[in-house]
């Protein structure tokens, strides 16, 4: 099994920055795809951005040129700098990787616990 663990959430004014961190662990063999989503309230959740083993990205309309996406494939982390925050992306942030473990054959969707990043004055 693989484990994910967030970090890096909290409250910050609208214009300010925050970065966002995942750690995976557990039996892993290997990591494919990385990606962040997010659940703003009362919605339902969305595609943040993505970034595969190769390092090649994609993002929402809504946050390009504002945040970015990097992986470390030698510490099994994922990160979400995010800058000029808006009121609009106050949401859970949630981790997700796609990765096979010893011992259980196949590629399997994993998902972090949640970080809440709220954007207010």
Same mark, same amino acid.
């Given at each position: 099994q693989?484990?994910?663990?967030? $970090? ?21 063999f290997s990591? &494919?795809?990385?990606?962040w989503?997010r659940?703003? +309230? ?7 951005a993505?970034?595969? $083993?190769a390092?090649s990205? &994609?993002?929402?309309?809504?946050v390009?040129?504002?945040f970015?996406?990097?992986?470390? &494939?030698a510490k &099994?982390?994922? $990160?979400l700098?995010?800058?000029?925050l808006? +009121?609009?992306?106050?949401?859970v ?6 990765a ?8 399997? +969707? ?7 990043? $709220?954007?207010?004055?």
């Amino acid at each position: 099994q693989v484990q994910l663990v967030e $970090s890096g959430g909290g409250l910050v004014q609208p214009g300010g920055s925050l970065r966002l961190s995942c750690a995976a662990s557990g039996n892993i063999f290997s990591i &494919n795809g990385m990606a962040w989503y997010r659940q703003p +309230p009362g919605k339902q959740r969305e595609l943040v951005a993505r970034i595969t $083993s190769a390092g090649s990205t &994609n993002y929402a309309d809504s946050v390009k040129g504002r945040f970015t996406i990097s992986r470390d &494939n030698a510490k &099994n982390t994922v $990160s979400l700098a995010m800058t000029s925050l808006k +009121p609009e992306d106050t949401a859970v942030y949630y981790c997700n990787v796609d990765a096979s473990s010893r011992g259980r054959a196949g590629v399997f +969707p994993y998902w972090g616990q949640g970080t809440q990043v $709220s954007v207010s004055s």
